[in-house]
């Protein structure tokens, strides 16, 4: 019995985890950033990664993995989630977000949500503890209320960089949107995408990250994905559903990730995608010159990437 025991214990924590994480895709060439900024952004998907990285070592799930990754990058002023979010139209920031787990198919979302810190435990709390998947505006953020998860004025939003992008209406060559995607030891996919939507977007417009099956997409039959780009285009093509769907046909990540890609590119649009399988196989693709990303798993430390390899 206690061999038994001990061979279960050994064989499930010899099993294997990793976790991927996006922050954008755009048409940044190197000149556009200084060496300082560059190496900011580098360690917030560092930090990223080892933090959802911690959870799946300890026999943590890909569910909390992707959720305290996308937070780490949500709190950080650089990207476009949460604090640093884009500012629309009216000068406000108005943020979506979604979460899926791979093993129930039970997914979570938010959008046009304005004071809630973290967009992404929100678009988690709508799975989990209701019966429904997307809920907006005031409605969400009453329900962020009510399980208490901070909310904060519209001005903790706003950074510097944000303000004078408005003030001067030009637009970033990045998209900044965060996204994770991560597979545990137990072979559970989970996947999570936050952002402020499009710099200038119409008030009240909606992309794809809430969107289950456009922005984010998790089945345990096919693996995980987080999408970025203009999400018109993801919605359009069902972009994250799309993925699944090739993976499941026998497609590699990266063949499924190029085929979506294409199309999203014939139609006009740009981005990329982060996708993981149960077995750790995994892509991060994108049409674009440049996208923020980075590795790590059970057997490799985090490693990062800005610009597209060759
Ligand atoms: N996909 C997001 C949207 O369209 C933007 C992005 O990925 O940067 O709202």
């Given at each position: 019995m206690r061999w038994i025991g001990l061979f279960a214990f050994s064989f499930?924590?010899?099993?294997?985890?990793?976790?991927?994480?996006?922050?954008?895709?755009?048409?940044?060439?190197?000149?556009?950033?200084t060496p300082t900024l560059q190496a900011t952004v580098e360690s917030a998907l560092k930090e990223a990664l080892e933090k959802g990285?911690?959870?799946?070592?300890?026999?943590?799930?890909?569910?909390?993995?992707?959720?305290?990754?996308v937070c780490v990058l949500e709190d950080h002023p650089f990207f476009n989630a949460g604090k640093g979010a884009v500012l629309n139209e009216n000068g406000e920031v108005e943020m979506d977000a979604s979460i899926m787990e791979g093993r129930t198919l039970r997914a979570g979302a938010v959008a046009s949500v304005q004071h809630v810190k973290n967009p992404i435990r929100l678009a988690r709390i709508v799975m989990e503890k209701t019966p429904h998947v997307l809920m907006v505006g005031q409605g969400a953020e009453e329900l962020a209320l009510k399980y208490n998860l901070p909310l904060k004025?519209?001005?903790?939003?706003?950074?510097?960089?944000?303000?004078?992008?408005?003030?001067?209406?030009?637009?970033?060559?990045?998209?900044?949107?965060?996204?994770?995607?991560?597979?545990?030891?137990?072979?559970?996919?989970?996947?999570?995408?936050?952002?402020?939507?499009?710099f200038l977007k119409m008030n009240g417009r909606v992309g794809d990250s809430p969107i289950i099956g456009a922005g984010t997409y998790a089945d345990n039959q096919c693996g995980a994905i987080s999408a970025t780009g203009h999400g018109e285009y993801f919605i359009r093509t069902a972009a994250a559903f799309f993925v699944c769907m090739l993976l499941k046909q026998g497609l590699s990540p990266e063949q499924a990730a190029d085929s979506v890609l294409n199309?999203?590119?014939?139609?006009?649009?740009?981005?990329?995608?982060?996708?993981?399988?149960?077995?750790?196989?995994?892509?991060?693709?994108?049409?674009?010159?440049?996208?923020?990303?980075?590795i790590m798993s059970s057997t490799t430390p985090p490693k990062v990437w800005i610009f597209k390899e060759k």
């Open positions: 499930l924590f010899a099993q294997e985890w990793m976790i991927i994480v996006h922050g954008g895709a755009g048409n940044l060439r190197p000149e556009h950033l990285g911690a959870i799946l070592a300890q026999g943590g799930s890909a569910l909390d993995a992707v959720t305290e990754a004025e519209q001005h903790y939003f706003y950074t510097p960089e944000r303000l004078k992008q408005y003030q001067q209406r030009f637009s970033s060559l990045n998209t900044e949107t965060v996204g994770a995607v991560a597979v545990d030891r137990y072979g559970n996919v989970a996947a999570a995408t936050s952002t402020g939507g499009l199309t999203i590119k014939h139609l006009g649009g740009e981005g990329g995608f982060i996708v993981i399988t149960p077995k750790k196989h995994y892509a991060m693709r994108m049409n674009t010159s440049a996208m923020f990303r980075g």
